[in-house]
DNA sequence: CCATCATGCAGGTATTCACCTGCCTTTCTT
DNA sequence: AAGAAAGGCAGGTGAATACCTGCATGATGG
């Protein structure tokens, strides 16, 4: 996985949105997401062509129609390598902190 | 919390690369951090800047030295929002991809 | 005190990016 | 078959951004 492109993907709130809508209604067509995000279906496609670029969602042609799923597993990736990393570390952190600071006071 | 500012922050490489460094040593100058980073202090002053911006880390001063510490709270809040969200709905995904994948078989 | 070290502040630039308009192809419906 | 509906492709523009150079300031140690 490029975790680059993941958090790059989704530094976007467009691109967030699109994930969440798909989340609520998975499978839409383009139009149908295009419905929720103000902007022109060509801008659309081209946040949704950057979201499969990154492996967040993908794709299936149903006749003229193009449906979107979400793939959770990078999201669960860039959890597993970054969040949960700095999650255990938490309390030595804090700790760390409390010692700095205490070493600061006469 | 902000979330696009915490998103948008966690974007460039450098930056995960300074959270990173942290998170091995907490406690560390601008000097220090910019060891690891082959550009311009100037350049790392930004980027701290803007994770200090994001509530990504907090400083302290002590003498002439500014120290960096990691704050883990955001990224844990991203997760509880954004992560979380979407492995709740992994496995009805799933489900719902399957049976979109069947509506197309005859 | 004065040289040095750690950091702050102010533009300057080149690339990236998020939009747009305009036009074309494919598929469905009647 | 013909119009409508869904989507693809290309190029263009303005704003954001990730770097840089150059200079100024404050703390420390001999």
């Known amino acids: 996985m490029d975790d680059d492109k993941v958090f790059k ?3 976007d709130p467009s691109r967030r ?8 209604h ?6 149908q997401l295009c419905a929720a995000l103000e902007m022109t279906r060509q801008s659309v496609t081209q946040h949704l062509g950057l979201l499969e670029d990154a492996n967040l969602l ?5 006749g003229r129609e193009k449906l979107h799923f979400i793939n959770p597993i990078p999201l669960y990736e860039v959890y597993e390598r970054w969040i949960r990393k700095f999650e255990e570390g938490r309390l030595s952190l ?3 902190l409390k010692t700095q600071l205490e070493s600061d006071q006469p």
């Open 26 to 31: 998975n499978g839409q067509t383009l139009s």
């Open 58 to 62: 993908s794709t299936t042609r149903k």
């Open 9 to 11: 993907t989704l530094a």
């Open 94 to 96: 804090l700790h760390d």
């Open 17 to 24: 949105k699109l994930l969440d809508s798909l989340c609520d």
